[in-house]
């Protein structure tokens, strides 16, 4: 039998678990799979050279991370409306016509808030970065009912393309797009990293640990390494927190069942990625 064959173009992911999870979860359904790492600048290739790649040598499919999940987007069919909406996709489809994109980190954040918090309403909250992830992240908030969300990028016109996007979408929701970093967290009740600060690589964190006391929860997009300077300084400040390996977990279940059609058993598939790898 022919493996699937299924990868992962990003930066910096040198450490990803991706190839882990799905390999497991393969294992576990049954399927002979393989997952490989591909990184453009190592490769000595463009990200389009790459993706051209994966669809000429048979990919099934491919998630897409940081920072191509906006790049990818006009090369790709996509048939879900929210996905369209957010404009970056981290999961790609190959088959006889034109890939087909989809947005896990949405459907994923929306699954991790809910099995960590419950039925809670997010409340007020500060997002930092408005990039790919942070696309993702503000229209899972709206469907959490997100009371207000206040949004902070260094890269101005991102922060207000995202704002007009999740206000045209759902104009239930307060949208403030913040000037700097104090004003965004202040009284927040949730606080939410969606940059690369504290990824292996990119040290430190987006908001100073003397801003968080007064929030009740966070949030850190960031999973390598888990515990992230920013959840670390959350936890001592008291707040609730949630890593970013629960948003990789159940995004990458929800990848897999799109690669396969197969959903896999997540509680065998959790209890084996946390026994150290063979």
């Known amino acids: 039998m022919t493996p699937t064959r299924l990868g992962l173009i990003g930066d910096n992911i040198a450490r990803s678990q991706s190839p882990r999870l799905h390999v497991e979860a393969g294992r576990l359904c049954g399927l002979d799979l393989t997952y490989e790492r591909l990184i453009p600048h190592d490769l000595g290739r463009s990200f389009d050279e790459v993706f051209e790649h994966c669809l000429d ?40 016509g034109r890939p087909v994109g989809y947005n896990t980190d949405h459907s994923g954040f929306i699954a991790a808030f809910r099995a960590r918090f419950g039925a809670a309403s997010p409340g007020r909250v500060a997002m930092i970065g408005a990039g790919g992830v942070g696309k993702a992240i503000a229209f899972g908030l709206t469907g959490l009912g997100v009371q207000e969300l206040r949004i902070f990028d260094r890269d101005s016109e991102k922060a207000d393309g995202l704002a007009a996007a999740v206000t045209a979408s759902s104009s ?80 990458g279940v929800d990848a897999f069942r799109l690669f396969t059609g197969l959903d896999v058993d997540t509680v065998r598939l959790r209890r084996v990625l946390e026994l150290p790898p063979e």
Not at 188 to 194: F, S, T, Y
Not at 199 to 225: E, H, K, Q, R
Request: proline share 7%; hydrophobic share 45%.
């Open 57 to 96: 040598e048979g990919f099934r499919g491919i998630n897409v991370t940081y920072p191509y999940k906006e790049e990818v987007v006009p090369r790709l069919t996509v048939p879900d409306p929210a996905t369209a909406a957010i404009r970056a996709c981290n999961t790609v489809l190959f088959g006889t």
């Open 172 to 251: 239930d929701i307060k949208l403030v797009v913040a000037m700097t970093v104090d004003e965004a967290v202040a009284e927040a009740d949730g606080l939410i990293n969606c940059t690369p600060l504290g990824m292996t690589g990119y040290a430190g964190s987006p908001i100073p640990a003397n801003l968080m006391t007064g929030a009740c929860w966070a949030f850190d997009a960031v999973y390598t390494p888990v515990d992230t300077n920013f959840l670390c300084d959350a936890q001592r400040a008291g707040l609730e927190v949630m890593s970013g390996y629960e948003l990789f977990f159940h995004q």
